[in-house]
Every structure is written in C-alpha cells, then in structure tokens.
T-cell receptor, first 113, second 114 residues
C-alpha cells in the first residue's frame, strides 16, 4: 500500500511570494489533514477535510492560507503572500475508517527568506 | 482546550540502556492518548494509543506507555534501546468526543549512542 505522498520535499521562497504544496493521501482515505510543524514544536492542525468538504479550518490563517480538495482525493495548500514566520514543515495526513489512526506523509519543508 | 507538555526536549541514551520519555497533559474533557515517532526525514508514525481499559499499553518496536489519570501523565518507556530508535517522539491527546483532533506536545529528541 502506497503511503501519503507530498511534494515538493523542500521549498525556499522570499517573503511576500506565493507557494503551493500538494498531497495525495492513501487510496480510499476519505479524511485528509494539513498540519504545520514549526521547528522545535509539535504539529498543529491547520485544516481537516472529509471527502471534498471542510470539517475544521479553525486554525487556518485564512487571510493568507487556503486549501482545497476539489475531487475528494488529492489536496493543495497555498500560502499567499508568505511571511517569515511561515517557515515550517507542512505535513499531510489521511485516515480511513478509524479516525484515531492517521497516516502521515514526509512533509514539505518551507523556508521563507 | 487541551495542552501537552513533554518535559524533556532531548534525551541522550546509550545503546541497550532503558529510556523513559515523560508526557503530561491538561484537559477539561476525557481524552485519548497517543505516542508518535518521527524518524529523520520521514512523517510521523503511530507507536501506540490509549483508549480505555488497562493503563499499560504496548506498542510497536518494544515500546510501552502507562496512563496515570491522577497525575495526568502518559510516559513512554523502552527497556533496551537500539541505535535505530534515534528519532523524535511526540505525545498527543484527542478529546474522546472528537477522536481525530490531535494536540501534540513539543517533542522529545532521543539520541541513542553506541
């Protein structure tokens, strides 16, 4: 079984630029999560999708962050414009029938200069 | 709201020695408890979880954790570590009413020395 795929693995941009991350969950997993992991901290949930609908985006900075999962499969997270404090690893996770077990991708490491 | 405190940011340990990683949590509601491991350049992987029942939970790779409700703790232990256990370990909680809403601690980096 293929795992959660994320790309790119690394991205370096300058502040005020835009960036997008892609995630392809495990096949058949209806629930998809995006987390932000700042260096030295644990992951923080940004947004949760159930199929193509948003379940929870209470911690998503909506003035600059957006996410979509149009066909209920893969997902894109965008930051526009980026700030220095957005430097972090962005993790995608998915779950199937048991919501207590989330499978994580390797993440995208973003550096904003 | 929930919060998780991992008391040690780094734990150096010699190979074949025991290790204990401490985790304390705060919550106004009943929670499920988890330990995840993150190997270098990889995503998080579930080590074990506590849902109910026996307070001693066994996980993968020889790890176990004990839930202590009175002390609101969920410490992780392994009696004998290997070099391959070098990783970062995260404790997390989730409200029972919303089982997939994880709140993570800051992580403990374990460095196993030969």
């Amino acid at each position: 079984e293929a795992g959660v795929a994320q790309s790119p693995r690394y991205k370096i941009i300058e502040k005020r630029q835009s960036v997008a991350f892609w995630c392809n969950p495990i096949s058949g997993h209806a629930t998809l999560y995006w987390y932000q992991q700042i260096l030295g901290q644990g992951p923080k949930l940004l947004i949760q999708f159930q199929n193509n609908g948003v379940v929870d985006d209470s911690q998503l900075p909506k003035d600059r962050f957006s996410a979509e999962r149009l066909k209920g499969v893969d997902s894109t997270l965008k930051i526009q414009p980026a700030k220095l404090e957005d430097s972090a690893v962005y993790l995608c996770a998915s779950s199937f029938l048991d919501p207590l077990i989330q499978y994580f991708g390797a993440g995208t490491r973003l550096s904003v200069l | 709201a929930q919060s998780v405190t991992q008391l040690d940011s780094q734990v150096p340990v010699f190979e074949e020695a025991p290790v204990e990683l401490r985790c304390n949590y705060s919550s106004s509601v009943s929670v499920y408890l988890f330990w995840y491991v993150q190997y270098p350049n990889q995503g998080l992987q579930l080590l074990l979880k506590y849902l109910s029942g026996s307070t001693l939970v066994k996980g993968i790779n020889g790890f176990e954790a004990e839930f202590n409700k009175s002390q609101t703790s969920f410490h992780l232990r392994k009696p004998s570590v290997h070099i391959s256990d070098t990783a970062e370990y995260f404790c997390a909680v989730s409200p029972k009413a919303a089982g997939n809403k994880l709140t993570f601690g800051g992580g403990t980096r374990v460095l196993v020395k030969p």
